[in-house]
């Protein structure tokens, strides 16, 4: 067989891709696609997407508001993306900050010991100021009582393994 000199342009990679424009040495390893699940009626896919976009935007304030907690909001968003917007659950699982907490999440639960130890500090901070600021002493023992169950839940979840 004769060779006619011509090549194959490279495949375009996808926008979403996180190795798009880097060279290969760079190219982190691939990452797990997203779930895929079923479609849903239209009108429950809007009520998600609403729910979605409610919890995104209350998981990025969260992120400069001390006590509003970020990782619930955006796994709670990716939950709901999930079922409503492949294009948002794509965005959101690609993101370089929330993303990452959604797969360590979706393998297995895990939670990275910084996000840990944010959520300690953030906590007892909070602790700190409704004591200072709760009417009643009860009600700011009883927020604390369940900051604390959630904590131990927490610290016992099992962190990432990077390599």
């Not at 880097?22 to 895929?36: D, F, I, L, Q």
């Not at 393998?107 to 200072?132: D, E, P, Q």
């Amino acid at each position: 067989m004769q060779n006619t000199g011509t090549l194959k342009p490279a495949p375009k990679p996808h926008p979403m891709d996180p190795t798009a424009g880097k060279p290969p040495a760079e190219a982190s390893p691939p990452r797990p696609a997203p779930p895929v699940h079923r479609p849903l009626p239209l009108p429950v896919r809007w009520a998600l997407l609403a729910f979605a976009v409610l919890c995104l935007v209350l998981g990025v304030i969260g992120v400069f508001v001390p006590g509003l907690p970020t990782t619930v909001f955006i796994l709670l968003a990716a939950w709901a993306a999930a079922r409503c917007s492949p294009r948002l659950h794509e965005w959101l699982w690609y993101h370089p900050l929330f993303g990452i907490m959604l797969r360590d999440w979706a393998n297995g639960g895990r939670v990275s010991r910084r996000s840990k130890w944010n959520a300690t500090i953030m906590m007892a901070f909070c602790a700190v100021v409704l004591y200072f600021t709760a009417p009643q002493l009860w009600m700011a023992a009883m927020a604390c009582t369940f900051m604390s169950c959630v904590l131990v839940w927490l610290w016992l979840r099992p962190e990432p393994q990077y390599s």
